[in-house]
Nanobody, 118 residues
Framework: QVQLVESGGGLVQAGGSLRLSCAAS????????MGWFRQAPGKEREFVAA????????SYEDSVKGRFVISRGIVKNTVFLQMNGLKPEDTAVYYC???????????WGQGTQVTVSS
């Protein structure tokens, strides 16, 4: 059974930084892409960033470009999301995802809360 486990969420002041981590486990895990979505209270879930594990190609949502950086870990099937210059509007539950492409995801983690205070 495939599991995605997130860590690193928390409370931070506006302008601060947080680093989210995600590790995929399970003997059947074979997805080529991992990434992050987020969902703020009362809003729809939205794409944040993704990275292709094979070649490091990345994709970002426009509002996080220049502030967030997604990267692969040295350990296989791990990804990180470095979030800098955080804004109150970044407050959301962040979900780790995995899938066969930069726009297709079929595995989801349980989510980690990120709260940015003004």
């Amino acid at each position: 059974q495939v599991q995605l486990v997130e860590s690193g969420g928390g409370l931070v002041q506006a302008g601060g930084s947080l680093r989210l981590s995600c590790a995929a486990s399970g003997r059947t895990f074979s997805r080529s892409t991992m990434g992050w979505f987020r969902q703020a209270p009362g809003k729809e879930r939205e794409f944040v960033a993704a990275i292709r594990l094979t070649d490091g190609s990345t994709s970002y949502e426009d509002s996080v470009k220049g502030r967030f950086v997604i990267s692969r870990g040295i350990v296989k099937n791990t990804v990180f999301l470095q979030m800098n210059g955080l804004k109150p509007e970044d407050t959301a539950v962040y979900y780790c995802v995995a899938g066969p492409g930069l726009t297709a995801f079929d595995y989801w983690g349980q989510g980690t809360q990120v709260t940015v205070s003004s």
